[in-house]
């Protein structure tokens, strides 16, 4: 039986091939609804992005909700340097004509675990956390209700990608990422330490592109826009598909490995705001509340993307 998720996201291009991935791998998972927050670009162009890619998967039954449009208490930090001013740069798609649902992101998630069985809905945030910290604050209830949280966010080893200390997703809202770590909730973590291993490469890119279809276009045009920066930053191969990991890993958790930490978000220095302090060695006695990830089997994670996109 699918696993059902709510899928909550900024896209974004590597936000669209996760959610393509999703919508692509019906038999094990149900896609129940995507919620926008603000992230990588504003509200307004990351509800239109999540039906760009409904629209182009063939999905335009999918219930998209706006959610929160700035974070809990910092100004929004944005990276239209990374992702181009749409969010969704490096593929030409229509503008999008279904319907954004009336529903608050946050009312959605709320009423979405309160309504169906308790364990049932895993939560997949891609981007900041503002909407699921608001949920968890608004209705404390839900923490129990839901099966668990998996996330992109954070690192270790990695250190941070918009400042020496802190990944981006994390940065942007660390007050509702605190919030988050501190419900209860199970959470699994896609870490930069995993997210940097699952490089693009041209012979990757190019197994997608050779797909030949509308979905495999696109997703190819994403990939070789958003692999730019990194190449440039990095000097890697390829760019790290940061979001897809947290789909990949519902699918295909055997793809992955790696520990059970306490993980705890630095909200007080400006030096080192967004911070996630990962105790992967365990030097203290904090309760471990993350399973955090660190490595992946890049090839197979590339071909379960490849294979979801060509049945789209």
């Known amino acids: 039986m699918p696993r059902s998720i709510i899928i909550d996201t900024d896209p974004g291009q590597d936000d669209a091939l996760a959610i393509l991935l999703a919508l692509g791998s019906p038999d094990a998972l149900e896609v129940i609804g995507i919620t926008a927050v603000a992230g990588n670009v504003p509200l307004a162009l990351t509800s239109r992005n999540v039906r760009v890619i409904c629209e182009l998967a063939g999905r335009r039954d999918i219930t998209v909700c706006a959610g929160a449009d700035r974070p809990l208490l910092r100004p929004l930090v944005t990276a239209e340097h990374v992702h181009g001013k749409t969010g969704l740069d490096g593929a030409d798609l229509p503008e999008p004509t279904m319907p954004l649902d009336p529903r608050h992101g946050v009312d959605f998630i709320i009423e979405t675990l309160m309504t ?91 197994s997608i592109k050779a797909i030949g279809s509308k979905v495999s276009d696109a997703a190819a045009g994403w990939l070789d826009f958003f692999e730019r920066f990194d190449v440039q930053k990095y000097g890697s191969e390829g760019g790290p598909l940061h979001d897809p990991c947290v789909i990949a890993w519902l699918i295909r958790p055997e793809l992955f490995s790696g520990r059970r930490c306490n993980v705890e978000i630095e909200t007080v220095s400006e030096l080192t705001m967004g911070m996630t302090v990962i105790d992967w060695w365990g030097v203290t006695e904090r309760p471990k509340n993350a399973h955090v990830l660190g490595d992946v089997d890049a090839d197979g994670f590339f071909a379960l993307i490849a294979q979801a996109i060509s049945r789209l």
């Open 116 to 206: 169906r069985a308790a364990g049932t809905v895993t939560l997949c945030p891609l981007g900041p956390l503002t909407n699921i910290a608001m949920a968890l604050i608004r209705e404390p209830r839900i923490a129990s209700r839901i099966k668990e949280i998996v996330l992109m966010g954070g690192g270790c080893f990695e250190g941070g990608n918009i400042t020496p200390a802190a990944e981006f997703n994390i940065f942007v809202d660390p007050h509702a990422a605190k919030v988050v770590f501190g419900a209860g909730v199970p959470i699994t973590m896609m870490s930069l330490d995993v997210t940097h291993k699952a490089l693009t490469s041209r012979s990757r890119v190019a």
